[in-house]
């Protein structure tokens, strides 16, 4: 017998005895009774009062009819007396009659083990509950079944701001729809779904809205609920979420902060603790590689720190999906307000693109958290809907709370941003062996790079050429370039572009060979994956040691020239683009050489 079914067993067998016992005890010492003479219960027998009557050692107890009970009183209790005639009396009189060893005691005692014994047995059944989260009749069974949602109710239209990761999950709804239609020819759908983004974007709202949108039922858990004190439920758990799952599909299956679960394995110091977790994703990989896409379960999980999962929940067949869900732009923090507003009664006066434009750095929760607040100040404040007022004030809340969290930039910090990153993106598009820019952003993302410029190669090069690694070097070059150039001071930011710089320079002048100085040499060759400090190239003397940092300055310095010398020719052009950028946070590709070609170099800033 399992568990589980045992459990259930006794439990039943406990109840029935308890109310058992809890009917005589009723009967017998719970009934509220009247002390009278025997001879006045001598004559409630003749009059046929009675229903029952109970012997006691050195007492008789006897149990009114209904219609004989007097004051509230159930009983009468009176002193035995030794009478042949009693038992031949209640018999005439057709009184049922019983005997107990010794006044309640029995019961008493019975109490003394039974209550305990039921606390106990509710805060066993209360720990399973908070570890299982179905109650004593489930042990093991899964949290999930409490959040199961038939249907979430939430559409792509109450999701705002992520128009891409809406158009990559288009394509799951409608298989989750018609899953015979992609099956027709073979095809393999997709099992698992990465959201990947900073926390409060809304990646849960979003695979709701998947659920919503096809119309199936939604599992969620979250990864730090699987893991718990109980050694073996977090597996068991996975497994009878995906059994319920199965049985529902399709359907989704949700897992939030699933870097609780899938931290890689061997980043974990080995202790006890981390046992139970690493069972319990040992036991989401079974499940997943082992049930049918067929059935039309589409298992989402959303994490904000997506480096540190384990590489086994990432290959393919697993979560091989990777969606982005990342901070929304102006826009996008605009339409997110519509959505929350129309919940709210605002006033006419209020203008949603201003307060877009005062929130930069928000995600989704903070600005639902801003429309909410707003609303709360009006509602104290009396008003008849919510003002700019009480929107500027909300503003200036939530931003103190991220300010703790540091999570917003203040505006000189954005503009040396946007000045930064159109350096970059200005040098990328004057010289010509740099790869084209795919869009510029100063949303801050990670803790490391407050913008970025993202370049996006438009063939697949096997082979560079020495100018083409001397315009990549200018555009890193190009983002510290600007910054001098227009607030005369240096920031932090630039450390990463430095970095790659110089790895380009000196591996122009000691791997490839390309310094006219040093001429075709090699003097060390990639570092082998294996032996980090053994160079397999030859080891250069301090002659040309010093000869090579010489030529690797050379080429950096140059570069820089270089590249100031194209940033102050267009010097008009860069602050129209950092002043846009500002403004609208990003710039595709097409819009910024539009600007480019659009606003030619003004003559009288050339002077720099
Ligand atoms: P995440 O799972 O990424 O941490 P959530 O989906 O839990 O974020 O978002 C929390 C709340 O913030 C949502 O319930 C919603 O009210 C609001 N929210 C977040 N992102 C958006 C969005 N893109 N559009 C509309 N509301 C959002
Ligand atoms: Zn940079």
Redesign the pocket.
């Known amino acids: 017998m399992t568990p589980k079914y045992f459990c259930k067993i006794s439990v039943i067998f406990l109840l029935f005895l308890s109310i058992f016992t809890l009917h005589r005890i009723a009967k017998a010492d719970f009934v509220k009774t009247e002390n009278i003479p025997y001879s006045e219960f001598r004559k409630l027998i003749q009059e046929n009062k009675l229903e029952e009557v109970i012997f006691y050692p050195t007492t008789i107890r006897g149990i009114l009819k209904a219609e004989a009970e007097q004051k509230g009183k159930k009983g009468v209790t009176t002193v035995k007396v030794e009478d042949p005639n009693l038992v031949k009396e209640l018999v005439a009189h057709n009184i049922k009659f019983s005997a107990l060893e010794s006044g309640g005691w029995r019961g008493s005692l019975f109490l003394l083990w039974f209550i305990p014994m039921i606390i106990f047995l509710i805060m066993i059944s209360r720990a399973r509950r908070g570890a299982t989260g179905a109650g004593l009749m489930s042990i093991g069974k899964s949290r999930a079944s409490l959040y199961i949602d038939k249907n979430t109710g939430v559409t792509f239209d ?5 128009d891409e990761a809406k158009e990559e999950l288009k394509e799951i709804i409608d298989y989750l729809q018609n899953p015979q239609k992609y099956q027709r020819l073979g095809g393999k759908i997709p099992k698992g779904v990465l ?1 990947v ?10 695979a709701k809205a998947v659920a919503g949108e096809a119309k199936v039922p939604f599992f969620s858990m979250s990864g730090s609920g699987f893991v718990e004190m109980f050694v073996g439920v977090g597996a068991a758990r996975v497994r009878d979420l995906f059994g319920q799952a199965q049985e529902k599909a399709p359907c989704i299956i949700f897992i ?1 902060e699933v870097d609780a679960l899938g931290k890689i394995r061997a980043a974990a110091p080995i202790s006890g603790g981390h046992e139970e977790r690493e069972n319990t994703l040992n036991q989401l990989l079974i499940e997943m590689d082992g049930f049918d896409t067929r059935k039309g379960v589409i298992i989402m999980a ?1 994490t ?1 720190r997506p480096e540190i999962l384990d590489p086994a929940l990432l290959r393919p067949g697993r979560f091989d999906r990777h969606i982005l ?1 990342d901070r ?1 732009d102006i826009k ?1 923090r605009e339409e ?1 307000l519509q ?2 507003c129309k919940n709210v009664k605002v006033g006419k006066a209020v203008d949603i693109k201003i307060i877009a434009a005062r929130t930069p750095g928000f ?3 903070d ?2 958290n801003v429309v909410n607040e707003a609303a709360l100040l009006a509602a104290r404040m009396g008003k008849e809907s919510v003002d700019m007022e009480n929107f500027e004030e909300s503003i200036n809340r939530v931003v103190a709370g991220l300010e703790k969290k540091k999570r917003v930039m203040s505006k000189k910090e954005l503009e040396i941003v946007a000045y930064h990153e159109s350096g970059h993106a200005l040098v990328a598009e004057s010289v010509p062996g740099a790869d084209k820019v795919h869009r510029i952003s100063i949303i801050p993302r990670g803790i490391a790079a407050l913008g970025y410029t993202l370049q996006l190669p438009t063939e697949d090069r096997y082979l560079l050429t020495r100018s083409e690694l001397l315009d990549r070097l200018a555009v890193l070059l190009g983002g510290r370039a600007a910054e001098e150039m227009i607030f005369h001071e240096i920031s932090t930011g630039a450390q990463n572009d430095l970095e790659r710089a110089t790895e380009i320079a000196m591996s122009m002048v000691k791997e490839y060979g390309m310094s006219e100085k040093i001429g075709p040499m090699t003097f060390q060759k990639r570092k082998s994956q294996f032996l980090e400090f053994g160079y397999s190239g030859r080891e250069s003397s301090e002659e040309i040691s010093k000869e090579i940092d010489n030529e690797v300055k050379k080429i950096i310095f140059d570069s820089y020239t270089r590249v100031k010398d194209i940033l102050s020719e267009n010097k008009g052009r860069l602050q129209i683009l950092a002043k846009r950028l500002l403004e609208k946070e990003v710039i595709e590709g097409e819009e910024l050489r539009e600007i480019i070609s659009h606003n030619l170099p003004d003559p009288k800033n050339n002077a720099l």
Do not use: Q, S
């Open positions: 109450d999701v705002a701001g992520v959201l983004g900073p926390t409060g974007t809304g990646k849960t709202l979003l939030d959303a904000n869900v929304p996008g997110i959505v929350h995600v989704g929760a600005l639902a």
